[in-house]
């Protein structure tokens, strides 16, 4: 049996190692302006003009993940999504 090194994949594995960066995206259509995503992130989402939830950043920093998940699963309306 012939062994072989390890290799990341960041398929599995995330972004830390030079692969996926975590991005989010808010549906304006779902989004009912209840402000539980900017509370709970206010790095990544923000108030719009409209007075709707926006995300602020291109990609989520590191520190912001958690955040930004927890975010995601605690919307309303399932407007935010990760994409």
Not at 5 to 27: E, I
Request: with cysteine; net charge negative.
């Amino acid at each position: 049996m012939k062994w072989r090194a390890a290799v990341h994949n960041s398929k599995y594995f995330g972004n830390r190692l030079g692969g996926m960066t975590l991005k989010v995206s808010v549906d304006q259509d779902l989004c009912i302006a209840c402000g539980t995503c900017i509370d709970l992130c206010p790095g990544v989402f923000d108030w719009d003009d409209e007075g709707l939830s926006h995300v602020i950043v291109e990609e989520v920093p590191e520190d912001a993940e958690d955040c930004t998940r927890e975010s995601i699963e605690s919307c309303p309306t399932d407007a935010i999504k990760e994409i």
